[in-house]
């Protein structure tokens, strides 16, 4: 963490330090005060500037997504579009963000088409080795990660981890434990390339800090929110899949200084990578596409 800068000391009037001059005792507690004050007012400023940008990156998706969809389907207000972009959500499980980046991303379907994904061959979600997961919720988006982060965890013997995926261009988180909100706040949304787990993403590859509080890859603002959370390490491990793309990052954070992992659990970790990023790909192959062609038929029903 970083320490505040020494500065010289002070010297009164008469030239002494002031740091060596008598102090009425009644002024210390109005000092203490006042140190309190401005530190809470520093950490109000935090959350609101947090609290900021969480919602420019989250609130636009949407916003666009109501405006694609009373386009296409030629609905008569944002908010019959929302009803519908929630009913599919729902109906399939998926977080609402989730599907209004995938309506994003995806190509639109014909004109008066009455199917968008016709002749879509389907498939079983592909296996997931050592991720623990109850056999009926092997298609479930929610329960995969979290029984991905349990494996992680389990092989870096960490009590704290996230898992986050890419999605507009940046990381957002989906899965954590341990960690408390200042930290999923800050870390809600990560872009740039100043934080390790930025850092695995861009070079696809799993990356360990020893020591957050002297590691050269955080800004201090996130090595300052990391700290405070209890972490002292952390490893990042990508999720990839068949392609090479990676489609998110699972972290695991560490109370104490790490001397780094063992080739058994670096490889551990990798196939933990690589099945979870094949098993996110079938999931957007099939889950989601399921969700866009039922939201495809609610928006053919509300013209």
């Known amino acids: 963490m970083s320490q505040e800068p020494e500065y010289p000391p002070l010297r009164d009037m008469g030239g002494r330090n002031a740091e060596t001059t008598a102090v009425p005792e009644d002024s210390l507690p ?22 900021l940008r969480n919602r ?8 666009l997504v109501q ?5 296409r389907y030629r ?16 109906r399939s499980n998926i977080k609402l963000h989730t599907l209004a980046d995938a309506l994003v991303r995806t190509p639109a379907p014909d004109h008066d088409a009455t199917v968008w994904f016709p002749g879509r061959a389907r498939y079983s979600p592909p296996p997931l080795p050592g991720v623990r997961v109850a056999p009926a919720d092997r298609s479930s988006h929610g329960a995969v990660l979290s029984g991905v982060l349990r494996r992680v965890l389990d092989v870096t013997q960490a009590g704290m981890g996230n898992v986050q995926l890419v999605e507009g261009g940046v990381l957002r988180m989906e899965k ?77 954070h560490h109370s104490r200084p790490l001397a ?17 990023g094949r098993w996110l790909s079938w999931h957007r192959r099939t889950v989601v596409l399921d969700a866009l062609e039922h939201l495809h038929a609610l928006g053919r029903t509300a013209r």
Do not use: K, W, Y
């Open 30 to 51: 109005a000092r203490e005060t006042g140190l309190e004050a401005l530190r809470r007012e520093n950490a109000e400023l935090l959350r609101r500037t947090t609290e």
């Open 56 to 63: 420019l990156h989250a609130h636009p998706g949407i916003t």
């Open 67 to 71: 405006g694609i969809l009373m386009e």
């Open 75 to 90: 609905l008569p207000d944002p908010a019959t579009a929302f009803t519908l972009l929630r009913e599919a959500s729902q």
């Open 176 to 252: 954590h434990t341990g960690l408390n909100r200042r930290f999923t706040d800050f870390f809600a949304f990560v872009e740039g390339h100043t934080t390790s787990c930025s850092e695995a993403a861009e070079e696809r590859r799993q990356v360990t800090v020893p020591d957050v509080a002297v590691a050269d890859v955080f800004d201090e603002e996130s090595r300052a929110t990391i700290l405070q959370a209890g972490s002292r390490a952390c490893h990042s491990v990508p999720l990839v899949n068949r392609a090479g793309s990676v489609l998110g990052i699972a972290s695991s």
């Open 260 to 276: 780094g992992f063992t080739h058994a659990q670096l490889r551990a970790l990798q196939e933990t990578g690589d099945a979870a």
